[in-house]
């Protein structure tokens, strides 16, 4: 499933929750990045800047169903009083698509400077990566590390 919700980068949140706070803004407030976006827009980003060996495949919703205890609801919050609350203390409050490319911005530096991100060559074993995707679908921990 690969289905867009709001999601909430808390580096762009806290400073505007400190500010929140200082100011006695009360209420409830949607505490989210405005927007949507979906795990796999965020899965590829990752890739795209982190690591391009990176792979994945999404769960179906019947697979899904079959792990949760209870179903997942995906939706988008109203973020508009806490976007006229930032505007109003003057604290940026990004779009999620931007939050997360700035975020992985900032990994990837992190990464580079400790010398550990990972070489642009890599491939991903897909033969490997298929076997712990079915060991996971399988349900049990012991099959996965063995698949991996």
């Known amino acids: 499933m690969d289905i867009p ?5 808390l580096y762009d949140l806290l400073p505007l929750a400190l500010r929140m706070s200082e100011a006695r803004l ?6 989210t990045n405005p927007g949507t976006i979906s795990h796999g827009q965020v899965l590829k980003m990752y890739q795209s800047k982190i690591d391009p060996s990176f792979w994945w495949e999404h769960f179906t919703e019947e697979e899904q169903a ?7 609801s995906n939706n988008e ?20 698509v931007p939050a997360f490319e700035a975020c992985f911005d900032r990994m990837a530096a992190g990464l580079r400077e400790q010398g550990c991100l990972p070489p642009p060559a890599m491939k991903p074993d897909k033969e ?8 996971a ?10 698949a991996a």
């Open 128 to 135: 490997a990566m298929d076997a712990a995707i079915l060991a």
């Open 5 to 9: 919700n709001s999601m909430s980068v």
């Open 77 to 96: 919050l109203d973020t508009s009083k806490l976007q006229d609350a930032a505007d109003t203390l003057g604290v940026p409050l990004p779009g999620i």
């Open 26 to 31: 009360t209420g409830r407030y949607n505490f």
């Open 137 to 146: 679908r399988a349900g049990t921990a012991d099959e996965m590390v063995a």
């Open 66 to 72: 079959a792990v949760l205890k209870a179903p997942r």
